[in-house]
């Protein structure tokens, strides 16, 4: 014969983001089922969160698309022609320049026989000068709108569509993440039991992890009783119990589930018939038919039959 109580299991349950509850489905008392909803928060700001979301998926999407399709045809079009301005510009700054050059060949010729002024030969090496810059000028305007044309032909860099796609990957995580937080915005029963208390009520704001509810667990109910360290041979796990509680005339069933390896002292709260032993084993035992009447906390007396005789 063994004494002990049953045991107490209970949680304090609470909401994974914080919130204002907008509903409470359940009151002191009530028993709920496992997945059994308890409370609400409101999710507007969630939802919010979601639809900027989807909006910033779609966006990025476009996004990418427009870099993996490359320039459309008329923008390549457009480079070209646009290649076409410079290159006739060249060429003008070409013949100019060959006009100057060849008039400064034929002044120079000309000024030892005073045919031509010193005047005259200044201003031709000017105007060769400044045919010779606007050729360079042009050559560069030609090379800028040439590099604009091939870049609209070689199309999206590798690295900016890999940056793309990854804005879409960021967005499609940012709305994973607001999804499980609109499910975390519903307090589900994780196990069926009795709702002991309900700490907060309707319109609080409450921050994640707070207590709304605590819970006691009471199936499968267990029993945690103690047995003398010289009685410690005499039970094994899997063994039949009958489990009695003061003022209860009903007989309970039950099993040994799991005797501790290690010992304790014992309990204040373990009364024996006899004196107590100083060191004990915790025993629990699962109770297989239990109903209302046996309470969490009650203490109750274990009767083992199959126990083996003492030595």
């Known amino acids: ?11 304090d349950l609470g909401f994974r983001v914080p919130g204002r509850i907008a509903s409470m489905a359940v009151d002191e008392g009530d028993k709920v089922k496992p997945g059994a909803e308890l409370a609400q928060l409101d999710t507007r700001p969630i939802n919010d969160t979601i639809s900027i979301s989807n909006a910033q998926i779609a966006q990025s999407q476009a996004d990418l698309i427009k870099r993996e399709h490359g320039n459309r045809p008329q923008e390549i079009a ?22 100057a050059q060849a008039e400064l060949t034929r002044r120079q010729a000309l000024i030892g026989s005073g045919a031509v002024s010193q005047q005259q030969l200044d201003q031709a090496r000017q105007d060769a000068q400044s ?23 070689a199309g999206t860099r590798h690295e900016d569509i890999q940056a793309a796609k990854a804005g879409e990957a960021s967005a499609v995580a940012n709305r994973a993440r607001a999804q499980t937080d609109l499910a975390d ?52 796990p ?22 501790a390896a290690n010992a304790e002292f014992t309990p204040k709260s373990v009364q024996t018939e006899s004196l ?36």
């Not at 457009?78 to 006009?99: D, E, I, K, M, N």
């Not at 050559?139 to 604009?148: H, I, M, N, T």
């Not at 039949?240 to 799991?258: F, R």
């Open 1 to 11: 014969k063994l004494y002990g109580n049953v045991d107490v299991r209970q949680v």
């Open 238 to 259: 899997g063994m039949a119990v009958e489990v009695t509680a003061d003022g209860n005339s009903k007989t309970y069933h039950g099993t040994i589930g799991e005797i």
């Open 131 to 153: 045919a010779q810059a606007d050729m360079a000028s042009a050559r560069a305007q030609l090379s800028q709108a040439q590099a604009a044309y091939d870049l609209a032909l």
């Open 78 to 99: 457009q480079a070209r022609a646009a290649v076409g301005v410079p290159q006739a510009a060249l060429a003008r700054a070409l013949a100019a320049y060959s006009r």
């Open 276 to 311: 107590r032993a100083d060191l004990v084993y915790r025993v629990r035992i699962i109770v297989t038919d239990p109903d209302d009447a046996l309470r969490q906390g009650q203490p109750v007396t274990v009767l083992i039959p199959q126990a083996r005789s003492a030595k």
């Open 185 to 236: 915005a519903t307090l589900i029963a994780p196990e069926g039991g009795t709702v002991l208390t309900r700490a907060r009520e309707p319109g609080a704001i409450v921050q994640a992890g707070e207590t709304v509810f605590t819970l006691t667990i009471d199936r499968p109910l267990r029993v945690r009783a103690y047995v003398a360290e010289g009685d410690l041979s005499r039970i094994s």
